[in-house]
């Protein structure tokens, strides 16, 4: 086994006994609310998507109310998560197709998923690996991205390259909650701003 390859063995290791219950932060009750939230995260924190979504489910209760929905109330309901104009697009034409194309559940390949609007690979990952407990591969967002860097487990910038090198590294059973332990990791050790990254645990061990 190349160096590599331990390191991120190591690296999971160590994530599983600071995370051993590492999850998804996000706030949901069926499929298509999983899809929604993960759509509203993107470049927005977790703890306002749930902020926003709490009022959101609220008002529009089932999925058919997103098929009924008016697109410039709708902006506005979201427009705390940001590029709220594109994510109401992508949202309510997502809810369309799945209407019409998979008759009205959330594809469960990702091969269909990805065909949604707004959802590239890192939302299909964390929608079938929740949803469905299907994994395809790793959910890359920026914590992920960021991390992945600085503990020398790619070189790469493009999300996509960086999935690749990760499940290249470790087996396929660490895939799925790998995201949610750096993330968690992320959040309370090792943040993207100024902080003394020596005293970081994966820094003493690596």
Not at 173 to 190: A, Q
């Amino acid at each position: 086994m190349n160096q590599k390859k331990l390191k991120a063995l190591k690296i999971v290791k160590e994530l599983k006994k600071l995370f051993p219950e590492a999850k998804m932060a996000l706030k949901y009750s069926n499929h298509w609310e999983l899809l929604v939230a993960v759509i509203l995260s993107s470049q927005c924190t977790d703890k306002k998507v749930n902020e926003v979504t709490a009022k959101l489910f609220k008002k529009y209760p089932k999925f058919n109310d997103y098929l009924n929905a008016s697109p410039k109330e709708f902006e506005q309901d979201i427009k705390p998560t940001g590029f709220y104009k594109n994510k109401a697009k992508n949202i309510l034409n997502s809810a369309k197709i799945v209407q019409e194309k998979f008759k009205g559940k959330i594809p469960n390949t990702m091969e269909n998923i990805i065909t949604l609007p707004g959802v590239a690979r890192k939302t299909a990952n964390v929608v079938l690996g929740n949803a469905y407990q299907i994994v395809e591969g790793i959910a890359v967002d920026a914590h992920v991205t960021r991390l992945s860097k600085i503990l020398g487990l790619t070189k790469n910038t493009d999300p996509n390259k960086i999935e690749k090198d990760l499940m290249l590294l470790l087996p396929k059973k660490e895939w799925f909650e790998l995201t949610y332990r750096l993330i968690d990791y992320g959040r309370k050790y090792c943040p993207a701003r100024s902080h003394d990254h020596q005293n970081c645990p994966l820094t003493k061990i690596l």
